[in-house]
């Protein structure tokens, strides 16, 4: 009997779908994308805009992909039907019509399921259905669009001789949000201020709300759930007082003044559940409660997909199966019936979300924590269990909480106290992300009150916090920057290009990435706006859903904008280090070798030189750093400086951070070991990588001397 073929993308999930499928199947992965546009053509960009159409040229991605698609091919002849299995997402929908294409389908039969179980598996290849040239299409677009803002605006950059390598469609929009950040932080001024309070010996303390009439109460229970913090709970303080003057003055009238309740509120609040994990929360939890990089909770879920544990974690959509739901209920009604909600719970996904899709779920919720403990590492353990009791605690009862509001009046001042005392845990005891109880007395209406003290404490107003990266990905997500599969890969090539660094969990803009958006707010302006990007995505979803052509729109944006705003850019004035002003640089188009880059395999470009013999020699011009190379005449091949090769093969000294400032930059000075005529030395240069090349740090050196450190150029250092 002949057997089948099912196409999967990822090599994880052969195994386990060879075993749910039996032996009349075959199962092969594509091991993700297996095209690319090529480097020919105009600006090398592999495709070409004629009017309204646009013409493509996908290539292998690299000798793999070649390999695989030859691989592919030889079984694909052996076999009496092809089922193509990628993932259940736009990106999945685009590697799923390469695949038909590379292997000459005539019609591509396609299945799509959100959980590799065998009910999930069987169901899905007993109702395949046709390609969506709709998702297709906005995937085509999106490598398009990427390509076209990548090639053709990261040339302006390289004319900066900085050591940037890349703008990019959503890269540079994140990176913009966070130097805004970084510059609120620069321009922040601290303010003093002071908050009062009063203590009761009833057993409580209040704070200073106002004066005139009772006020009204104007603060809104939140009902948003923050997956970046533990819980939201923050310090009580009062109303801020601007001068210690003004505090002294009601500390001593409240000291004056007989204390009286004039307003006693309590009352039972409802908290509702958390939806499910989506792409986003998940990211957002793990940092904050696994300190897991968004990058790390993506691989470690990957594992935790491919051996069918969870269901898909590329999602936007909060939607859960009614089986999922039922089965949820059943555990809770074995486990802990006072939990079981009247009804199931719906929550509510965002506008854009793909409903087709579901929620980030165990695929089996009764399945032992103690059996899955002894076969799982402790990474996709923990996350594991993360993403079970999210799912649990979804559809569970609402969480009780008992508020209690205290307003008492001094003289014409007034004051406040507010309590929190959980009534009942609900959700929380699998979602703990509620705050402690503060307990307030019974009290009266009218009741008078016994001060025991008063007094104030000064504080000073903060600048806003620089960003985690949890909560990087929840601005990304809440501005429309990217979709779920864009977040994690655009903060690692942002940490990749030396834009940003994380330092015990929080991010930073290096100089360079501060350089590369000040550029860019010059260049291309409207590149860096979250709304301007965000309207991208939608132009994409919209192509997505038949809404609109794909081809018809990227034709129209480059010919509206992005043409027009590259044509601007290059007359953008950039003032250099030495305070000259210089246009920026058209960009430069070199003669293309055949030649491909060792790391992204693109053609490396000729570059002119007559200390050569050849009178040019190689370089790759997408962005890989020192990737050089020069002819070799006895071998007759190009190969990268013998000095490169030998310093990767030596190991470098460790070096040292000083609390020395960089006379340039004001970045920390760091000791660099080094030997010279065969004794070893020390000397003192800038910390920051990018500055090896840069000019402007060329005389930043400083020697040991018997009086200290020393520059030929900065003279003696001081701390």
Sequence with gaps: MPKRLLVVE??????????????????RASCGHIRELSDQGEDALGFSMDGSHVQCNYVPRDQRSKETIQQLKTVAKQVSEVILATDPDREGETIAWHLKEVLGLREAKRVVYTEITASAVRSAIANPRKLDLNLVGAGLCRDCLDKLVGYKGSPLLWALNNGAKSVGRVQSATLHLICQREREIQSFVPQDYWSVWVDYAEGFRAFYLGTANAPQETQQENEVHDDTKINNQTAPESTRVLSEAEANRLVEAAKRHPHQVVQYEGKINNRQPPPAFITSTLQQAAGSRLRFTPEKTMQVAQKLYEAGLITYMRTDSVMLSPEFCESARQWLEQNDPQNVPQRTARHRSSKTAQEAHEAIR?????????????????DEFNLYVLIWKRAIASQCRPAQLRKTKVITKSGEIFWQARGQVVEFLGYARYWPNLGKDTILPALQQGQMLTLADAGHEKKQTQPPPRYSEPKLVQLM??????????????????????????TKEIIQPTALGLEVDVFLQKALPDLLEAE???KMEDALDAIASGKQPWQQYLTSWNQNYFAPALAKAKTVVVTSGNGSKTAAV????????????????????????????????????????????????????????????????EEKPPSKITTYSCPVCKKFLEEYSYTKDGQNKTMLRCSQPQSRQDKKHKDVAFFHTQKGWWSPKYGELKS
Excluded at 477 to 492: C, D, H, N, V
Excluded at 617 to 632: A, R
């Design 362 to 378: 165990p695929t089996d919720v009764f399945r032992p924590s103690a059996e899955l403990r002894v076969q799982l590492p402790a």
């Design 532 to 534: 301007f990007t965000a």
């Design 477 to 502: 997500e809440r501005k429309g920057i990217g979709r779920p599969s864009t977040y994690s890969p655009t903060i690692a090539t942002l940490k990749k290009r030396d834009y940003i660094q994380v």
């Design 10 to 27: 990822s090599p994880g999930k052969v195994k386990k779908l060879s075993e749910i499928l039996g032996a009349e199947w075959i199962v």
């Design 586 to 649: 058209a960009e430069r188009k070199f003669e293309t070798s055949r030649t491909r880059c060792p790391d992204c395999n693109n053609c490396l470009a000729k570059i002119p030189s007559s200390k050569v013999k050849k009178k040019y020699f190689l370089k790759c011009q997408s962005g890989c750093e020192n990737v050089v190379l020069f002819w070799n005449e006895l071998k007759k091949a190009w190969e990268a400086p013998r000095i490169q090769e030998k310093a990767t093969k």
